[in-house]
């Protein structure tokens, strides 16, 4: 077989599937030609290589922020805390000033950093692959921060997750566009 069979799943299916994967969620920033700030929530995260230090996210052809980050050279990863849902949902909520009151400070290439991230990863915009109706982009870190033993911000099956006490608790349900 030279190709993929079809699929036998909606994409509804597919989308709950891929749901009952926990990921981290990150805020993924740049800085665009113009000097306006760009910056959008993701969980479409994950390393790649140790050496060199490689990480990868994706954006949908859709999302209006494509052109700023395909061609900008660098951006930042931002690892939300626990307690950082409501930043989450303030960058996946469009038509507003994402950045409108939010503290950050600009990275070594620019790219915001944002203030209360478990980790940062300052990445150079090393490669960008086109699959389906996202672009794959690969970063060359270079620079990357965390505070340890700090709680972050997990997603599972269309709700936020935070560190409690007790054990993993749901910070609050609903579903958010990434």
Request: aromatic fraction near 8%; hydrophobic fraction near 45%.
């Amino acid at each position: 077989m030279t190709t993929a069979r079809p699929p036998e799943f909606s994409a509804r299916e597919f989308r709950d599937a891929l749901g009952m994967f926990a990921t981290g969620v990150t805020i993924v920033t740049a800085r665009a030609a113009d000097g306006s700030l760009v910056g959008m929530t993701a969980s479409s995260f994950n390393s790649v290589s140790l050496a060199p230090p490689l990480v990868l996210w994706s954006l949908a052809h859709k999302a209006s922020s494509l052109q700023a980050f395909a061609a900008g050279s660098h951006y930042a990863i931002n690892v939300l805390a626990a307690d950082q849902q409501a930043l989450a949902e303030r960058f996946a909520t469009r038509g507003i000033d994402r950045f409108a009151g939010v503290e950050h400070r600009p990275g070594i290439a620019g790219a915001p950093v944002l203030a209360g991230a478990v980790a940062v990863f300052e990445c150079f915009n090393r490669s960008q692959y086109v699959e389906g109706d996202h672009t794959i982009f690969v970063g060359e870190v270079e620079q990357c921060s965390h505070h340890a033993g700090a709680s972050p911000l997990l997603y599972h099956g269309g709700m936020f997750y935070a560190e409690h006490p007790l054990g993993r608790a749901p910070a609050m349900a609903g579903a958010t566009q990434k």
